[in-house]
């Protein structure tokens, strides 16, 4: 049972470059969720899903894109990538009780 | 969702009892509260959760004030693993299940 996987794990993109972060759970999980994490912060919500082609908003959403066309998979797309992206992103996922299970996070360093 | 209140840092010595409070005197008669950890590095991860009663599972025990205006997380037994950041969160239990991460109580298990 490999739980919620994310990669890549660590990353570093140019400004103005483009990228999508993968996120995959293997729970049967309808509720998915992205946060990001800045040095010493607590976590931000970007967006999340509660079943296979809804999304929303969070906290933090701008400059941000995902997709939700399977129950598996929630990949979040980063768009014109600036140093204020640069965080620690980890994708959770539950099945509606409130006990989420994140990922192992990844790094990204925009420069 | 009711606001809370965690101490900034706590130390506790390696196998004895860490005792984690947290205060949420606005909660409502709907709302959980939830207590999560995040080991340095790594995503948060589920600890516990409860209504009113006390709660007790392999990890830890929640025991929650009468008038659930406080509660308090217990590690019975602390090993240097349980040193982490512990984020307590009161939520109702709402149809897209989103929580909220504050600053939390960062917590230093000594030898």
């Known amino acids: 049972n490999a739980g919620v996987t994310q990669t890549p794990k660590f990353r570093i993109l140019k400004i103005g470059q483009s990228m999508t972060l993968q996120c995959t759970q293997d729970?049967?999980?309808?509720?998915m969720y992205w946060y990001r994490q800045d040095p010493g912060m607590g976590l931000k919500l970007i967006y999340y899903s509660v079943g296979a082609g809804i999304t929303d908003k969070g906290e933090v959403p701008n400059g941000y894109n995902v997709s939700r066309s399977t129950t598996e998979d929630f990949p979040l797309r980063l768009e014109l990538a600036a140093p204020s992206q640069t965080s620690v992103y980890f994708c959770a996922s539950g099945r509606g009780d409130g006990g989420y299970t994140f990922g192992s996070g990844t790094r990204l360093t925009v420069v | 969702d009711a606001k809370t209140t965690q101490p900034t840092s706590m130390d506790c010595a390696e196998g004895r009892a860490a005792n984690l409070p947290c205060n949420h005197s606005t909660i409502s008669g709907n709302e959980y509260v939830y207590w999560y950890r995040q080991i340095h590095s790594q995503g948060p991860q589920y600890i516990i959760h409860?209504?009113?009663n006390n709660e007790t599972n392999e990890m830890a025990s929640l025991i929650i004030t009468e008038d659930r205006k406080s509660s308090t997380l217990i590690l019975p037994h602390a090993t240097l693993r349980d040193t982490a950041v512990y984020y307590c969160?009161?939520?109702?239990?709402?149809?897209?299940?989103?929580?909220?991460f504050g600053a939390g109580t960062t917590v230093t298990v000594r030898a």
């Open positions: 729970m049967n999980h309808n509720y």
């Open positions: 969160i009161v939520r109702v239990r709402s149809n897209d299940y989103k929580l909220s």
């Open positions: 409860g209504l009113k």
